[in-house]
């Protein structure tokens, strides 16, 4: 299925689908093939996607934010640009976590992880991560992406159609209809 995801060949989107519908005789396969749709550019799936990573449990964030990185393509590149915002780290600070005993986590802002996952999502990064520069790096992207945007905004999926707003997702579903 991961191969799936990266050929691009949106032939494999009906097996795909179709490992959805068998969640339960085959669980295993559902995470996977929402990961191979999503990277084949299915806007439910995208949707999905950026919902768990901007309102999802914190404990659960940090895996969320670098899914982005690796689904990539615009979609990838304009949802890790708002971790770099204050805003983007709003649901981070404010969401409480189902995770029993979190108190004993260290747990990590949206931007790191959108830091670490940055220079992977795109062709020739400005710079490759490095936590000790955090506050540096951020302006340094927060420069690069726009001034990059007509070439980046044609990287797939381009995730035309997701909702990026507040209004897309709550606890870290998407409630809007594809």
């Known amino acids: 299925m991961a191969q799936a995801g990266r050929s691009g060949n949106r032939l494999f ?8 519908k068998n969640r339960d005789k085959h669980v295993d ?14 806007t439910d799936q ?12 914190p404990v659960e964030n940090g895996a969320a934010v ?16 708002i971790f770099l915002t204050p805003e983007g780290q709003r649901h981070f600070l404010t969401t409480p976590t189902k995770h029993k005993d979190a108190s004993d986590i260290g747990l990590l ?12 999502a795109v062709p020739h990064p400005p710079v490759q991560f490095d936590d000790t520069q ?5 302006k340094i992207w927060q420069d690069w992406i726009p001034a990059h945007k007509d070439e980046l905004s044609k990287l797939q999926p381009t995730g035309d159609g997701v909702d990026f707003s507040d209004n897309a997702c ?7 209809k594809h």
């Open 46 to 57: 995208l949707q999905e996607v950026w919902c768990s990573a901007s309102s999802g449990d």
């Open 66 to 81: 670098l899914n982005l990185g690796l689904i990539g393509g615009w979609f990838g590149i304009r949802g890790l640009e």
């Open 109 to 120: 802002p949206p931007m790191y992880y959108a830091l670490k996952a940055l220079p992977g």
């Open 170 to 176: 709550k606890n870290g579903k998407s409630h809007t």
């Open 134 to 138: 955090m506050a540096q790096q951020t």
């Open 29 to 42: 396969r559902v995470g996977p093939a929402r990961f191979a749709l999503a990277r084949l550019g299915e």
């Open 13 to 20: 989107i009906p097996f795909l689908r179709e490992q959805l």
